[in-house]
Each structure stands twice: as C-alpha cells, then as structure tokens.
C-alpha cells in the first residue's frame, strides 16, 4: 500500500509525520504536490475522477483494475482487495 | 513493497483527515445498508434547474430572483474543507468583480451539518457575517440540488449562463490552477470562461479538475 498525502509540501515535517506517528502508519507515505498541473494529473489517475478527496486505485502488475473516489469503510475495502487478488 | 503483486494506492490529506467527522472511530453505521447516490451531473450545454434554498439571512433564493443577471457562478462550497477556505477570499472576489457585469456568485453548502457539524446553518451565518459575504450562501438542506448539478467536491464551479431564458451550463471546474497560493496562478480558469461570455466567444477551456473535499452525505459511501 502507498499512501499519497496532497497537503501542501509546508505541511509534510509537521501534520502529515504527526499522523503518521499518530496512527502507527508503516506503509510509505509520499507528498504530491504538483498544484498547479492537477488538471493533468487528475484525468491521468482516472478520467472518471473528479478530483474529490478521499480516493483509492488498485493497481495489479501495473494496471489500475479499481479506483473508487470517496470514503472506504474496512470492509469495503477488504471486499474490493479480495476482489481482485 | 515492491514484491507485493496487488498494490493499493490510497490518495487523501491530513487536511482531509482533521474533517472527518469525531464520531467516525465507531464502526455502527458502517453495517447500514448504503444507498448508492446515482451518478447524475450536468454536461456543458445542459440547462441548469433553478432551486429555492435558504440563505443565511433566513431567505429563500433562487435564480428567478435575478432577472438583471445574465448568469451566474453557482459554487458549491463549505465551512471546513480546507481547499474551500483558501478560495474563499477569490470567491469573494469573483463576486465583486463579476456581479456588476451580470454574473454573480451563488455560494451553496452541499454538506450534511450531521456528518460535518461545521457546516451546519449556524456556522455558515457566523461565517458569512464573519466575511460579510456581499452574495448569498445557501445551504442544500435536502442535498436535491448538488447531485442534479454534479457537485462531486468543495469548492465545485458551474457557471451559467442565460440564453433565451434558461440558464446553460457553460463551465464546469475550478477557480484557477493554484488553490494553495492565489498570487501564484498561471491560469484563471473561471475568470476565462466568464470573460469568454462577456465577449460572445467561445470559452477555450471548459471544464477542469482540481482537488476539492468530497461531499459529506449520508447516502454515500463512507
């Protein structure tokens, strides 16, 4: 699993590590913060995306088989991952 | 994690995560059965309904009530999410400066106050009076209007635009190119599109994505 944070890059030593520390995330964690080109990048991750927070992408050898925009619940998601294992 | 064949991709921010709701480490209503709110949304071109919702000032506002207008920026927007916070000040602006050309800014709250207790009516009053909003803010008590628009997000631009008294959907998307830094924009995607109008040209660019915080409503997935 990664785990993308879009909060400003000002953010990343300060709010983002404190939830990292905060709910024991051991995943990797990085910081998008290409502000000014999220008109590409959205469409890029998935044209159906519109851009609102939270969203997942499942990818498999590379190729995005899921992408949900929205929350997740536990099960949810553990559904969604067996469904494509 | 390189080895692992199935990798998942989790896109949010801790901007996100502080608004979440309190309440949300008790896993009770994730049991409920979950209706799927449909996907629904205009397309450039479509006409847009008119509404009736109440403003802060305890109003009911449509669009009917301006006939001098030629258009409108219709904004869904809220109190908590952070990428709506820092448009406020823009969004203020876009209504100085386009209201008096015809195309006021119709701020809407799309949240449900019970999921989000900063967005509840009280708090919008506060805020409104806080800023001395110059158009009105109304909230989507029902939450009818932002799924017949499209409004996935906060802050979610539709501008519209009358023609032979119905108002079209001429864009759709984000303010500008920079949420994090208004001094900082290359492109002023709203503003192109009403000023495309205003000259009776095409608009180049007529829909955008930006990151917004999603919806808070009930009938969606949580």
């Keep these: 699993m990664i785990l993308v944070s879009l909060d400003k890059k000002e953010l990343l030593h300060t709010s983002v590590q404190q939830v990292i520390t905060k709910k024991n995330i051991t995943t990797d964690v990085y910081l998008l913060d290409d502000i000014k080109r999220m008109n590409d990048w959205i469409p890029a991750v998935n044209e159906e995306w519109s851009g ?5 992408a499942f990818y498999k050898h590379g190729k995005q088989l899921a992408f949900n925009e929205g929350k997740l619940t536990k099960q949810e998601l553990e559904t969604l991952i067996k469904q494509h294992l | 994690m390189k080895n ?21 480490t008790t896993t009770g209503d994730d049991e409920k059965p979950k209706q799927e709110a449909t996907k629904t949304g205009y397309a450039i071109g479509d006409e ?14 449509s669009l009917a009530n301006y006939p001098d207008a030629k258009g409108f920026f219709v904004i ?16 203020m602006d876009l209504d100085k400066k386009y209201a008096p050309l015809g195309y006021p800014v119709i701020a809407i709250s799309p949240n449900d ?17 806080e800023k001395a909003y110059s158009f009105p803010y109304l909230i989507d008590e029902k939450q009818e209007i932002y799924p017949q628009y499209g409004a996935t997000k906060t802050p979610h631009v539709f501008l519209l635009n009358k ?3 119905k108002n ?12 994090s830094d208004a001094n900082d924009v290359d492109v002023k995607y709203a503003e192109n599109a009403v000023d495309s109008l205003l000259a009776g040209e095409e608009i180049a660019l007529n829909t955008t994505k930006a990151i917004g915080c999603s919806i808070k409503d009930k009938r969606n997935k949580k």
Aim: glycine share 4%; aromatic share 8%.
């Design chain 1, 52 to 56: 609102a927070i939270p969203a997942t």
């Design chain 2, 4 to 24: 692992k064949i199935l990798t998942l991709i989790l896109i949010s921010s801790v901007a996100a995560l502080a608004c979440t709701p309190k309440n949300n």
């Design chain 2, 48 to 61: 847009a309904t008119d509404f009736s919702m109440k403003n802060v000032d305890g109003k009911m506002v």
């Design chain 2, 76 to 91: 869904f927007t809220c109190n908590h999410c952070p990428y709506a916070l820092a448009y406020e000040q823009r969004i």
């Design chain 2, 113 to 129: 106050p019970a999921l989000v207790p900063e967005d509840s009516y009280e708090e919008m009053q506060k805020l409104a009076a």
């Design chain 2, 163 to 165: 023609e032979n008294g």
């Design chain 2, 168 to 179: 079209i959907v001429r864009y759709i998307g984000a303010i500008d190119d920079n949420y």
